[in-house]
């Protein structure tokens, strides 16, 4: 059974920064493209960023330059480094396999003063 958990979310001051991590089981991580997404209150699921199994990354514009997606691969985690938050970071966030589909808890981040 796929399992993710994800950790690492808070209450940020603008400009702030959080590390979300998101722990796997069930599948073969190391061979697996994994995503981070979110959702913000009263708003559709958003894509954030992608890391496939050879490392090659990719992030939304809204995150271009300020969030980092990484692996562990040894740790079977995923990690989202999230610098210079904004409120309109503020949201869930959900690790996912490749589909982009949320199967854990996902964790609050809020971006507040």
């Known amino acids: 059974e796929v399992q993710l958990v994800e950790s690492g979310g808070g209450l940020v001051q603008p400009g702030g920064s959080l590390r979300l991590s998101c722990v796997a089981s069930?599948?073969?991580?190391?061979?697996?493209?994994m995503s981070w997404v979110r959702q913000a209150p009263g708003k559709r699921l958003e894509w954030v960023s992608t890391?496939?199994?050879?490392?090659?990354?990719s992030h939304a514009d809204s995150v271009k330059g300020r969030f980092t997606i990484s692996r562990d691969n040894a740790k079977n985690t995923l990690y989202l480094q999230m610098n210079k938050l904004n409120p309109e970071d503020t949201a869930v966030y959900y690790c996912?396999?490749?589909?982009?589909?949320?199967r854990g808890q996902g964790t609050q981040v809020t971006v507040s003063s």
């Open positions: 996912t396999l490749g589909d982009n589909t949320p």
């Open positions: 069930g599948f073969i991580f190391s061979y697996s493209t």
């Open positions: 890391i496939t199994s050879g490392g090659t990354t």
